[in-house]
């Protein structure tokens, strides 16, 4: 039988859940993004002591299994703050594009844990994102939908952002 038509272990049963994988990259945050973790963790502890009052064994490992993952991240996050202004696309900095439809796309570059690229916010280590670090206004950038002219960079503080 295919592994996709087995049902995985929520912890239910006795089992042991599998850890949750922790990215072998430098674990940077912005501010907003220590924040967020940190919130995470909170949410996470509360769950866990409602979980434990209701005897909910399998609730309580899905929870904990969560809490050791978003702990480790939080002691592991490395505070990048955004300069206040920069000539290239850095970490934490806002990127404005223009394609060659007059289409207007931004990305902030943020850490792993605070992606979200339907809001624009994406991973430093996500391919556009390598491929916009370390670039100038007027740079040229090869999207997979076409190419994009960088035509601001904004590098406001992103404490603000939460």
Known sequence: MSRAFVKESDG?????LPELLVSPHR??????????IGAT???LQSALSEARAAEDRAAIARV???????????????????????DTVRFGATVALEKKDGERIE??????DEADPAHGK???VSPIARLLIGASVGDIAALVD???????????????AY
């Open 27 to 36: 674990n940077l945050v912005t501010p907003a993004g220590l924040h967020q």
């Open 146 to 160: 076409g190419e994009a002219e960088i035509r601001e960079i904004a590098c406001m503080a992103t404490e603000a």
């Open 122 to 124: 994406i991973s430093y």
């Open 107 to 112: 990305y902030q570059i943020v850490g792993e």
């Open 64 to 86: 904990q299994r969560d809490l050791r993952y978003w702990i480790q991240r939080l002691r592991s996050a490395e505070v990048v703050t955004a300069p206040e202004a920069s």
């Open 41 to 43: 963790v909170e949410r």
């Open 12 to 16: 239910s049963e006795g089992e042991e």
